[in-house]
């Protein structure tokens, strides 16, 4: 089944985009800071999501990893 039609799974691509274009800000913001719009700008967005709710990122990819290991 594709992850658009499963809600866990779509949850879990769009929290491991935030956390993966967080992450990679982390190492080269010049990277992610040249595509601020478009659609190369989605990433952009999700890395500033990562940066500025980490402690909810984190509380919603703990509980998406207790959800998939107890749950599926």
């Known amino acids: 089944m594709s992850a658009l039609f499963n809600f866990q799974s ?3 691509v769009v929290l491991l985009l935030i956390c993966t274009c967080a992450y990679l800000r982390s190492l080269a913001p010049s990277l992610m800071d ?37 749950w599926t």
């Open 34 to 70: 040249r595509h601020k719009t478009g659609v190369l700008g989605t990433f952009w967005k999700c890395a500033r999501i990562g940066e500025r709710k980490s402690p909810y990122v984190a509380a919603a990819c703990i509980v998406m990893a207790f959800s998939i290991l107890f």
């Open 10 to 12: 779509l949850l879990t």
